[in-house]
């Protein structure tokens, strides 16, 4: 068993795509039968259950082969071979979720042998198409980055907190408006050092990014 495990960062841009749903392959080689499995994650207790429900439904497989993409900025992948070769299944399927472009997802692709050694090129192709068709199969979305803005300000200034907020087309989660006022939104981050200069006029209104 060979497992990868990568940590990196992106810095130039501040979208990230993933699929939108759970999706399904299938590749067929001399017999062997590699079913895929793709699903949307978002933290490491999704991965355990879905591994959970593909062993549960796949008891007789010799393989679960796996690998996965999380995080947007802050970017952790992982891939694991379960008995194969090393780097013959884990990396191709891998190889497959950066070759989209993909993070918070999760391939598993299941083989049951056919009675034919494949050998490590036809593994790597195998797993390699399995997880293609799964993402071709897949509704693949495009979403932004966002930062968490809290303003604080009192009554007299929630106006311009607001004509802030339709200007930058920020999505506005919760908001208190009393004699002192709070408003949280979201806000697309490559934006955030647009609002922070705006605000040195506004001196009165407080921003905490979260």
């Known amino acids: 068993m060979v497992t990868i495990f990568i940590r990196y960062q992106l810095f130039m841009t501040d979208v990230y795509k993933t699929i939108l749903s759970s999706s399904e392959g299938f590749f067929k080689d001399r017999g062997s039968k590699f079913f895929a499995h793709a699903y949307h994650v978002e933290n490491q207790t999704e991965i355990s259950d879905s591994q959970k429900v593909l062993r549960k439904k796949y008891h007789d497989a010799r393989h679960h082969c796996y690998a996965y993409m999380l995080g947007e900025l802050d970017r952790t992948s992982r891939a694991n071979d379960d008995g194969e070769p090393a780097n013959s299944s884990g990396a191709p399927i891998l190889g497959q979720?950066?070759?989209?472009?993909?993070?918070?997802?999760?391939?598993?692709?299941?083989?049951?042998?056919?009675?034919?050694?494949?050998?490590?090129?036809?593994?790597?192709?195998?797993?390699?198409?399995?997880?293609?068709?799964?993402?071709?199969?897949?509704?693949?979305?495009?979403?932004?980055?966002?930062?968490?803005?809290?303003?604080?300000?009192?009554?007299?200034?929630?106006?311009?907190?607001?004509?802030?907020?339709?200007?930058?087309?920020?999505?506005?989660?919760?908001?208190?408006?009393?004699?002192?006022?709070?408003?949280?939104?979201?806000?697309?981050?490559?934006?955030?050092?647009?609002?922070?200069?705006?605000?040195?006029?506004?001196?009165?209104i407080n921003m905490f990014i979260n």
């Open 97 to 204: 979720i950066r070759s989209f472009e993909l993070t918070n997802i999760l391939i598993i692709v299941v083989r049951y042998f056919g009675g034919t050694k494949l050998g490590i090129p036809g593994l790597i192709n195998a797993y390699k198409s399995a997880a293609a068709d799964s993402i071709a199969n897949a509704k693949i979305v495009e979403r932004t980055i966002d930062d968490s803005i809290e303003f604080r300000c009192t009554y007299n200034d929630i106006n311009q907190v607001m004509r802030l907020v339709k200007e930058l087309e920020m999505t506005i989660i919760s908001q208190n408006m009393e004699q002192e006022c709070s408003l949280t939104a979201r806000l697309r981050k490559s934006l955030t050092p647009k609002l922070q200069k705006r605000l040195e006029n506004y001196p009165r």
